[in-house]
């Protein structure tokens, strides 16, 4: 029932976004041979530096390909990424994204000592150095926001979130419209960064 209205939920996307339906699920799948080695097979990664895929949101996904496919002259420059995406279609880089969204993300767990101050952060920010909460935008489960183009968190590698979150800070990852990452993260230490990454890792 969940994938079915997944499902349904892509093509309505795609009628809206792009008016064309010449990308499909299938396809995607045979495209995601080459990213099984970093990313898994079922979109759950190998390593916990790399993102798992399973789940996110269609627009999301295909966004950061286009962003990726651009390389120095984009604003999420990755010299692997870019590798794979420059050989990618727009109509290769819609499956692989259709693909991927329906596919059911992982659940993961949260270790002890990062629960309070991961979940503090979290759902109430910090005040003290206007840090704003990450519920606002992601939502309480982590599932982000589908029209906002706010990507799901939930179950993603803490160790991935937390080098995303140091990238935004450091301004090597600028693609976050009117810079709503980079103006969070600017303001938080290595141990806050960490511990929210921690709590959004078992987010479910």
Not at 94 to 108: F, N, Q
């Amino acid at each position: 029932m969940k994938k079915s209205l997944i499902q349904l939920l892509v093509m309505i996307s795609l009628i809206f976004s792009d008016g064309i339906l010449s990308a499909d699920i299938n396809k995607g799948k045979e495209k995601s041979v080459t990213c099984v080695a970093c990313h898994g097979e079922n979109g759950i990664s190998v390593s916990p530096i790399w993102p798992n895929l399973a789940g996110q949101h269609l627009q999301y996904l295909k966004s950061q390909m286009l962003e990726f496919r651009k390389g120095q002259n984009g604003k999420r420059n990755n010299p692997v990424m870019y590798g794979i995406t420059i050989t990618l279609s727009d109509d290769d880089i819609e499956s692989l994204a259709m693909y991927y969204s329906s596919l059911d993300k992982s659940v993961g767990l949260t270790k002890d000592e990062y629960l309070v101050k991961g979940q503090s952060i979290y759902r109430g920010g910090n005040l003290k150095y206007k840090i704003q909460a990450c519920i606002a935008c992601h939502g309480p489960n982590g599932q982000g926001n589908l029209p906002a183009g706010i990507p799901v968190l939930s179950g993603q590698h803490a160790l991935y979130i937390e080098q995303q979150l140091k990238n935004f800070r450091s301004g090597a990852r600028s693609n976050d419209p009117n810079k709503m990452m980079r103006n969070v993260a600017h303001r938080m230490t290595d141990d806050e960064i960490r511990s929210v990454a921690e709590y959004i890792q078992g987010l479910y």
